[in-house]
């Protein structure tokens, strides 16, 4: 087996990525824009041009470089309802909209509770068993024409063997419908009238089938194995946890930042803290926190980051230059509390350097919160945030590294098939400070004694 197919849905692209499984590198890549249509009946991912990109992507590589294998892994909070003919028996809801908030009231009287699920009540569709509880009641006809239930990788593992399952990490991400403790379905299924109709759980890494024959002929490619395939979250988590020992903490940087502990600490999560359980690959619960770090940065800064050097740092010791939380306050581990600055920046460098300071002390609550231990392994912009990296190593008294190893979706996805031990050659030991542990005991306290806003 030389390349695997990675077919990688995110909410804003749809790749195809040719992944070299000797050398796990992406050797060619396809990507269209992931368009959703206004509706009717309500808006929704164009299946149809997705399915005739990739259609189109895979007879390319193939002829090009060769498939030797297939594996699909896309965006959470979206799941596929099939009629008794394989079709779909409705458009396949965009999570953005807001419909599911219209009946949120009357969800909430048969959802699950945290401690079931790990899965925090969430805005929008990002709960999943409040989208199926919506287009339930939006459309009384269709629990009827409802044949099967599928998470959105095997939608796509559907139409490409034609097999039936869904995966655990996409039903154990913010669903409502899975109970990672007892792994197996929650309570909501049966409150839906769906519990006969959810398509069976399989591990990512199982086969689902194999490419139909009519694509076989049409797509140029013979009869290769189609793996069940993964939520993204966790495909990226997978080259970390075969390539390190427990315990240890990812914590992945961008729009949002995205904690998972691994063989940390026994603790009891808080959803009002942002916290919720995730479903590794094997299974495995992960307690995870979230905050919009990437965002807040855009917020403060306005889009205008400045070089800032040593000197900077040292004012910013020096004169408590304090940003507290939190700029976004409908996510992370002080939700509710307006931000505030307890010292101004008297310089935009000095602002880079508070700010950076500000995430990380932010993230050194998320890691807190779910237990973490080890140390903590850092990939996306942030890794490269000096402010950031040596604040969270202060704050946390871990070890903070900058991951060096090959991650990402597509790579992690093909990991299920390759499955070496990655080297976990990491970067950024660092020296401690004193004034900077200073600084954060202070943050904590200014944060901790403040309460959420009322309103």
Partial sequence: ???????????????????????????????????????????????DGQWAFLRGALTELATSHGIDAICVT???ACAALLDGNGALAAPVLDYEHAGPDTTRDAYDQIRPSFSETGSPKLPLGLNLGAQLFWQLREDPTLRDRIRHVLMWPQYWGHKLTGQIASDICSLGCHTDLWAPMTHGFSTLPAALGLAEKMAPARAPG????????????????????VLCGLHDSN???LPHLLGRQAPFAVVSTGTWVVSMAVGG????????????????????????????????YDLVQSGKPAVAGVADADQVLAKRVMLLPSVVPESGPFQGMPHRWANDPMTDPQREVALGYYLALMTAESLAAIGADGPSIIEGPFASNPWFCTMLHAATGRSVL????????????????????????DRGAMMPDPRLAAYARVWRTLAGARQPDAS
């Avoid at 070299?20 to 309500?42: C, I, K, S, Y």
């Avoid at 991650?407 to 031990?421: E, Q, Y």
Wanted: hydrophobic residues 45%; charged residues 15%.
């Fill in 265 to 296: 600490h026994p603790v009891t999560l808080d959803p009002s803290r942002d916290t919720l359980i995730n479903v590794n690959a094997f299974g495995d619960a992960v307690p995870s926190a979230r905050f919009m770090g990437g965002r807040e």
């Fill in 402 to 425: 900058s991951s060096s190893m090959r991650t990402g979706t597509a790579v992690g996805a093909a990991m299920l098939f390759a499955r070496p031990k990655a080297t976990a050659d």
């Fill in 235 to 237: 495909a990226s988590l």
């Fill in 1 to 47: 087996m030389t390349h695997a197919a990675i077919i990688d849905i995110g909410k804003t692209n749809v790749k195809l990525a040719l992944v070299d499984l000797a050398t796990l590198t992406e050797v060619a890549v396809r990507t269209a824009p992931n368009r959703v249509l206004p509706g009717p009946p309500w808006p929704h991912f164009h299946t």
């Fill in 74 to 76: 896309t965006h959470g």
């Fill in 206 to 225: 199982d086969v689902l089938g194999t490419l139909l024959p009519d694509l076989q002929a049409t797509l140029g490619i013979g009869p290769v194995a």
